[in-house]
């Protein structure tokens, strides 16, 4: 088992900056891969980059732009993702998953693992 819980949501102004946070506990995440994904109302859950535990491989669609970092701190257990330039369209609640797979994966369904969510406001 893996537990995951995401923090640092919130509400924020257009233009504004947020680091997300997922603290992950069980077992080791060797062998797993991370991977950030939201959801809005009313909408599908989106991928939105993910990243291999054992070395520094990421994976970020390109649809998703140069806007969002995803990055991690071994020691820590800690996934992070850096979102800048934030817009309205970004509000949505954010998940944390763990995938025990080889490749780094963009389905949903594929991910094993999830935390609670963090709610991210873009709003004036």
């Known amino acids: 088992q893996v537990q995951l819980v995401e923090s640092g949501g919130g509400l924020v102004q257009p233009g504004g900056s947020l680091r997300l946070s997922c603290d992950a506990s069980?077992?080791?995440?060797?062998?797993?891969?991370m991977g950030w994904f939201r959801q809005a109302p009313g909408k599908e859950r989106e991928f939105i980059s993910a990243i291999k535990w054992s070395d520094h491989s990421t994976y970020v669609p390109y649809s998703m732009g140069i806007r969002f970092t995803i990055s991690k701190d071994y020691a820590k257990n800690t996934m992070y993702l850096q979102m800048n330039s934030l817009k309205p369209d970004d509000t949505a609640v954010y998940y944390c998953?763990?995938?025990?797979?080889?490749?780094?994966?963009?389905?949903?369904?594929?991910?094993?693992?999830w935390g609670q969510g963090t709610q991210v406001t873009v709003s004036s």
């Open positions: 069980g077992r080791s995440l060797e062998t797993y891969n």
């Open positions: 998953a763990a995938d025990h797979g080889e490749l780094l994966r963009s389905s949903p369904s594929e991910y094993e693992y």
